[in-house]
């Protein structure tokens, strides 16, 4: 149980173009799905939560207006990066959470993104 | 803001011993610690979950340990094999907040 998957696991884009990332739960219903962002040889650093049905709540240096969180169901959650730039690329991972799980994130296996 | 460090950044050691890995944070308020791991290009295993009101956690050849008081946890791994081999990531939330917070890891190369 408490599976979670990402769409596409890896994608490479043109600069200036958007993409959109999917992370569903598989088993559960997840009230609340974090955004992190992994560079190479980096830590991961949390970029937004968002709870099912309200606005994401963005970290501090992280543009809301280039990354769209929409989080419209309990299953899924998507992140769209707008007007991407090489810099952009990335590692992006995906966790949930629900009520019955307490405090424990399950973790997707990330998408990689290549922005050229 | 919790901040979260692990030390040593790499550590290689021959097939069969025994290692500990070390993971310290800032703000002792948290209600759980995870250890996970992560292979290169890939997501995050998470390995062990620790509650704040419990010291240890034990999986198979793995112990982790929280001192909240101290703002230290370890994670033990005993009789280590190639397999082993990995980075691994302790993260800790911050206060009451919902969002983890992650060190740097641990990149470890168990040698056959």
């Known amino acids: 149980g408490a599976v979670v998957s990402q769409h596409p696991s890896w994608v490479i884009c043109k600069s200036g173009t958007s993409v959109k990332i999917e992370c569903r739960s598989l088993?559960?219903?997840?009230?609340?799905m974090f955004w992190y962002r992994q560079f190479p040889k980096q830590s991961l650093m949390l970029m937004a939560t968002s709870n099912e049905g309200s606005k994401a709540t963005y970290e501090q240096g992280v543009e809301k207006d280039k990354f769209l969180i929409n989080h419209a169901s309990l299953t899924l959650s998507t992140l769209t990066v707008t007007s991407a730039h090489p810099e952009d690329s990335s590692f992006y991972i995906c966790s949930a959470r629900s009520f019955t799980s307490g405090n424990e994130q399950y973790f997707g296996p990330g998408t990689r993104l290549t922005v050229t | 803001k919790q901040e979260v460090t692990q030390i040593p950044a790499a550590l290689s050691v021959p097939e069969g011993e025994n290692l500990v890995l070390n993971c310290s944070f800032t703000d002792s308020a948290i209600y759980n610690l995870q250890w996970f791991r992560q292979d290169p290009g890939k997501g995050l295993t998470s390995l062990l979950l620790?509650?704040?009101?419990?010291r240890e956690q034990t999986s198979g050849r793995l112990n982790a340990s929280l001192d909240k008081s101290s703002g230290r946890s370890t994670l033990y791994i005993a009789a280590s094999q190639p397999g082993d081999s990995a980075t691994y990531l302790c993260a800790a939330p911050s206060g009451g907040a919902n969002n983890l917070f992650f060190g740097t890891g641990t990149r470890l190369t168990v040698i056959p």
């Open positions: 088993d559960f219903q997840a009230t609340t």
């Open positions: 620790i509650q704040s009101s419990q």
